[in-house]
Structures are given as structure tokens and as C-alpha cells.
């Protein structure tokens, strides 16, 4: 199963990538997509809706549940979650090297 939903998260873009991960954070049982909305800026509405619907969606790692909510499958949000934590990894590996090289810098 890891496999499958590995292959699925190689085909996201970064952003794609944040956002899975950001909904798989979401501690609810369905996931009002206006909710997620009030999290992004008015700019960002149009490109979250089309990596829902044109990734999001099409690899399955979120359900359509009705009404303009999603759900994240249990398997699906924990495989996430623990991406989440390799990003943020990166993320910070990333600034202490930038930080570093900053320091040598001056």
C-alpha cells in the first residue's frame, strides 16, 4: 500500500505536496473545503481548487464526501503526516545551511 501512495506522491508538485500534507494535519472526520480556503489567500482560491480536483482527487488521496467536503483515509493522512515531517526536515536543514553560510559570509 505504501508503495502505491508513494508512486501517487511523486506525481504532485511541491505545492500539491503542501497541501496533502496540510489537510492530512486537519483533525477533522470531513474537511469543509471552505475551511481550507480561509486558510489561503484570495489568490491562491483558483490554483488550490484545480490541484484538488486535477491531482488531489485523481490519485485518490482525497474523497469527495458531499456538500463541498473531502476526507483524508487513515492510511492516506498518516502516510502524510510522516511526509510532513521530511519536508519540514528539509525545511530546516535548509535554513541552518543558509544560516551557516551566512555566518562565513561576514
Request: aromatic residues 10%; negative net charge.
Amino acid at each position: 500500500v505504501a508503495a502505491a501512495f508513494e508512486l501517487s506522491w511523486k506525481e504532485l508538485s511541491y505545492p500539491a505536496q503542501e497541501l496533502a500534507c496540510f489537510l492530512s494535519i486537519l483533525n477533522f472526520e470531513s474537511i469543509p473545503w471552505n475551511l481550507v480556503e480561509l486558510c489561503y489567500s484570495q489568490n491562491e482560491q483558483e490554483e488550490l481548487e484545480e490541484t484538488r480536483d486535477d491531482l488531489l482527487l485523481d490519485l485518490h488521496l482525497i474523497q469527495y464526501v458531499g456538500k463541498g467536503t473531502y476526507k483524508v483515509h487513515e492510511l492516506i493522512k498518516e502516510f502524510l503526516q510522516n511526509k510532513l515531517v521530511k519536508l519540514m526536515q528539509v525545511a530546516n536543514i535548509k535554513k541552518a545551511v543558509g544560516l551557516k553560510i551566512a555566518s562565513v559570509a561576514e
